[in-house]
C-alpha cells in the first residue's frame, strides 16, 4: 500500500464546531488530493494540492478550506461543520498530476 | 454535459467466469483513464489505466479497453474469484492541470461460489 495515513479515521461532532482532518504521506508526492464519499454520488473532489502552500478547488469546495504548509501533510478543515458534510473523506496522492492516484484508507465524519 | 457513468449498478457473476464492467464517458478530451476497485470500509485501489493514444492494456487477470468512437470503456476481469467482490469505479482525466478526475458512481461486483 502507497505510505498514505489518515486521522482521525473516525470522528463524531456537532454541527457548528470545526474540524480538521489530516492526511500524511511518505511517497513525497507532488499531487494531494480530497475526495467526499456519499451514497448516490460516487467520489467528488473537494480540494488538491499541487504543490507546498499552492491549492485550489475541486467541485464540491464550499465550507471547506485546506492547507499544505509540508509536502508530507495535507490538511481539511471544515470551519463549522453541518449535517451535509456527514460523509466518508479520503485522501489521495499523486507524483505527477497525470497519472494514478493513490488512496488513503478514509475518515468517516458524523456531523450530528 | 460532461459526465462518467455506468451502465449497470450491480453484476453477479459464477466464480470462475469473465465478468465485463463496463462505463460511458462523454468528454472527448479526455486522455486518461482508471479504473479502481474498492471493498467495504477501505479506500479505492488503483487496478489499471489507460491513455487515449491506447485500445488495450491488460495487467494481471484484468484487461481495459477503450473504444473512443463510442466513448466507451471496459474492464475485464478473467476467472473471477470471491476476493474480487467489491465495487468498482471508473474516473477520467480530462488532461487538465492538478490531475483531477471525475469518477463514475460505481458497479457492485458479487461473485457466487
Known amino acids: 500500500d502507497a505510505g498514505i495515513t489518515q486521522s482521525p479515521r473516525h470522528k463524531v461532532t456537532e454541527t457548528g464546531t470545526p474540524v480538521t482532518l489530516r492526511c500524511h504521506q511518505t511517497e513525497n508526492h507532488r499531487y494531494m488530493y480530497w475526495y467526499r464519499q456519499d451514497p448516490g454520488h460516487g467520489l467528488r473532489l473537494i480540494h488538491y494540492?499541487?504543490?507546498?502552500?499552492?491549492?485550489d478547488k475541486g467541485e464540491v469546495s464550499d465550507g471547506y478550506s485546506v492547507s499544505r504548509s509540508k509536502t508530507e501533510d495535507f490538511l481539511l478543515t471544515l470551519e463549522s461543520a453541518t449535517s451535509s458534510q456527514t460523509s466518508v473523506y479520503f485522501c489521495?496522492?499523486?507524483?505527477?498530476?497525470?497519472?494514478?492516484?493513490?488512496f488513503g484508507p478514509g475518515t468517516r465524519l458524523t456531523v450530528t | 454535459g460532461e459526465s462518467v457513468g455506468l451502465h449497470l449498478p450491480t453484476l453477479s457473476v459464477q466464480e470462475g467466469d469473465n465478468s465485463i464492467i463496463n462505463c460511458a464517458y462523454s468528454n472527448s478530451a479526455s486522455d486518461y483513464f482508471i479504473w479502481y476497485k474498492q471493498e467495504s470500509g477501505k479506500g479505492p485501489q488503483f487496478i489499471i489505466d489507460?491513455?487515449?493514444?491506447?485500445d488495450k492494456r491488460q495487467g494481471q487477470r484484468v484487461t481495459v479497453l477503450l473504444n473512443k468512437t463510442v466513448k466507451h470503456l471496459s474492464l475485464q476481469i478473467a476467472a473471477t474469484q470471491p476476493g474480487d467482490s467489491a465495487v468498482y469505479f471508473c474516473?477520467?482525466?480530462?488532461?487538465?492541470?492538478?490531475?483531477?478526475?471525475?469518477f463514475g458512481q460505481g458497479t457492485e461486483l458479487s461473485v457466487k461460489p
Open positions: 489521495a496522492i499523486s507524483s505527477t498530476g497525470r497519472n494514478e492516484q493513490y
Open positions: 474516473a477520467e482525466n480530462k488532461g487538465n492541470q492538478g490531475g483531477k478526475l471525475i
Open positions: 494540492s499541487y504543490g507546498v502552500k499552492d491549492t
Open positions: 489507460i491513455r487515449s493514444n491506447m
